[in-house]
Each structure stands twice: as structure tokens, then as C-alpha cells.
């Protein structure tokens, strides 16, 4: 016959971990634990940048798009038009044959235009005073 064990499994297994536990009160040795290796610095992403900031950069890198747009509004205005809409021109851009680029490493590749973009496009033509009143701005979130 088999022996029962008086002392059942589980307190035996608690017994050794009570003796194996941490003393967390005392100073602790720093030679156990390796240095971790820092992070590289990353360099500036899009992403960390503010709209305003990467909508100069895209003013940059496309002169001629805001003159485009300009002279699309400024044809509608002259159609008779007393509301225009800066999404409107930047759909009507996107599908004709004008928002292609014509020089440099992307000529003939469509004028990529980000969406978030449209309010601070939209603040541009209202400077113009050919376009006054005719485009409607509503406060930005940013400021």
C-alpha cells in the first residue's frame, strides 16, 4: 500500500517559495540588473509636426496648386457663383487635367492634396479680396 503524505502538495510548494521570496527592505544591488541600452533618438516624423507647420511644407513642395485653386475660384466668381466651396475646388482640381504636375521628378503624377488641408487652403483665398464673402470660414480647432 501507498503512503499518504501528511503534508499535502500545495503547502509544500508554498513553503518553498515563502523561503526563496525577495528581502525588498533592504538597498538593492544594482550589479544585478544590466544597464538597458537607451533608444536612439528618432528623427522628426509627419506626424509630429502640426498642420499648419506641415501645410507650409506642402506650399513649399507645390507653388503652383494654390494659384490653381486660386484661378478656379476666381472663375466661378465670375460665373456668377456667391458661395464657393474650397472642397469643391480641391475635388474639381483633383479630376482635371490641370492637377497634374508638369515638371520636376513628378511631372505628370496627380497633386496629392491632404483633406486637412482644406481649411488653411480655404484661408488663403479669402485674403484674396476679389474672394471676399464669397468663401465662409468657421474657427479652427487648433487655435
Not at 500545495?10 to 533608444?39: C, I, Y
Not at 465670375?78 to 515638371?103: F, V, Y
Request: proline content about 7%; overall charge positive.
Amino acid at each position: 500500500m501507498r503512503e499518504v503524505d501528511p503534508v499535502p502538495k500545495w503547502k509544500r510548494w508554498r513553503g518553498t517559495r515563502v523561503q526563496r521570496r525577495v528581502d525588498t527592505t533592504a538597498a538593492p544591488n544594482l550589479d544585478l540588473q544590466p544597464a538597458l541600452p537607451l533608444a536612439p533618438e528618432r528623427p522628426l516624423d509627419k506626424e509630429d509636426l502640426t498642420i499648419e507647420q506641415r501645410f507650409l511644407d506642402w506650399c513649399t513642395a507645390n507653388p503652383n496648386v494654390l494659384g490653381m485653386l486660386r484661378q478656379m475660384a476666381l472663375a466661378r466668381a465670375a460665373a456668377g457663383d456667391t458661395r464657393i466651396s474650397t472642397k469643391a475646388l480641391i475635388e474639381d482640381l483633383r479630376r482635371s487635367p490641370m492637377g497634374r504636375a508638369t515638371a520636376g521628378d513628378r511631372a505628370g503624377e496627380r497633386y496629392q492634396i491632404n483633406n486637412v488641408f482644406t481649411s488653411r487652403i480655404a484661408r488663403v483665398l479669402a485674403d484674396d479680396p476679389r474672394l471676399a464673402g464669397l468663401i465662409e470660414l468657421r474657427r479652427l480647432t487648433a487655435e
